[in-house]
């Protein structure tokens, strides 16, 4: 079954602690993104990795790591630097990084109590 | 830099009805366009997108949208909406040469019986 999985799909932190979202794709895609989504903000992205080790900061990267090790992989750690965490997340790929549409995973909504 | 603007937050519409969600977008050249849905919880699913060609372009569920370069409009239309259309509508824009998609806020939509 080809897909997007993003796990899981609720996740609660106590402030302060890091934690890492899981993005996994059996697409063979090239390329991922990770998006932030915030009621009205629309989703504003992360990072990305357009092939395997390798990866380019978005428009709101501060507080937040990724690591690209495998083609199918790309976890998203939100650390305690990042200052509002409590969000949708949501995962996407392309299957080459100039490609024309990206796919979406279901997402994983992160609060931070 | 690009942006886009969805003017209308939320709408609603009786079943049955037809409905039309706006799309403005701010950049130089000719921008490659999107339209994603995205129901309660879930990831985005692209309805249809516009490179070139004829301006009008249909995507799926009944959907169309309109480009209008002078106005730099990319409307979203549906003749008669069906219940299952209620959801949020994301319009998003990508430079032609670009790798990034840059997002509206979103327009959500409500379906009266």
């Known amino acids: 079954d080809g897909g997007i999985t993003q796990s899981p799909k609720y996740l609660f932190r106590k402030e302060g602690q890091n934690v890492t979202l899981s993005c996994e794709q059996n697409?063979?895609?090239?390329?991922m993104y990770w998006y932030r989504q915030d009621p009205g903000q629309g989703l504003r992205l992360i990072y990305y990795?357009?092939?395997?080790?390798?990866?380019q900061k978005g428009d709101i990267a501060e507080g937040y790591s990724v690591s690209r090790e495998k083609k199918e992989s790309f976890p998203l750690t939100v650390t305690s630097a990042q200052k509002n965490p409590t969000a949708f997340y949501l995962c996407?790929?392309?299957?080459?990084?100039?490609?024309?549409?990206?796919?979406f995973g279901p997402g994983t909504r992160l609060t931070v109590l | 830099a690009q942006s886009v603007t969805q003017p209308d937050i939320h709408i609603t519409v009786s079943e049955g009805a037809s409905l039309e969600l706006r799309c403005n977008y701010s950049y130089g050249a000719t921008p490659y366009l999107f339209w994603y849905v995205q129901s309660p919880g879930q990831g985005l699913q692209l309805l249809l997108k516009y490179f070139s060609g004829d301006t009008l372009v249909q995507g799926i569920k009944g959907f169309e949208a309109e480009f209008k370069r002078s106005q730099s409009s990319f409307n979203l239309r549906k003749p008669s909406v069906h219940w299952s259309d209620a959801a949020e509508y994301f319009c998003a824009v990508r430079e032609a040469a670009g790798n990034k998609l840059t997002f509206g806020g979103g327009t959500r939509v409500l379906v009266k019986p």
């Open positions: 996407a790929t392309k299957p080459t990084p100039f490609g024309n549409e990206q796919f």
């Open positions: 990795s357009q092939i395997v080790n390798d990866f």
């Open positions: 697409l063979n895609h090239d390329a």
